[in-house]
């Protein structure tokens, strides 16, 4: 039986390692639908599981988009601290 798509997504995001990012459609695309990018954003921003670095998952375009636990800024100073930007 094939995992539902939430857990599929916090799967592939919980693997991105530390330095490392990915964009919204890649965590789709590896989840198993390319073209759920907007449902992957949706799983981020309720993602309350301090085990799944969404802080790692960014926009197509290289802007950092939201973060649940403290917004942009923050999203912005863990990427850093780990030497992603």
């Given at each position: 039986?094939?995992?539902p798509?939430?857990?599929r997504?916090?799967?592939?995001?919980?693997?991105?390692?530390?330095?490392?990012?990915m964009?919204?459609?890649?965590?789709a695309?590896?989840?198993?639908?390319?073209?759920?990018?907007?449902a992957v954003?949706?799983?981020m921003?309720?993602?309350?599981?301090?085990d799944?670095p969404?802080?790692?998952v960014?926009?197509?375009?290289?802007?950092?988009?939201?973060?649940n636990?403290?917004?942009a800024?923050?999203?912005?100073?863990?990427?850093?601290?780990?030497?992603?930007?």
């Amino acid at each position: 039986m094939r995992r539902p798509f939430r857990e599929r997504v916090l799967n592939v995001v919980r693997k991105i390692p530390k330095g490392g990012s990915m964009t919204y459609k890649q965590v789709a695309g590896k989840a198993g639908n390319s073209n759920a990018a907007r449902a992957v954003g949706g799983i981020m921003r309720t993602n309350r599981d301090p085990d799944i670095p969404c802080h790692r998952v960014i926009r197509s375009d290289g802007t950092l988009g939201g973060y649940n636990r403290g917004g942009a800024m923050r999203k912005r100073q863990l990427l850093s601290r780990e030497g992603a930007l």
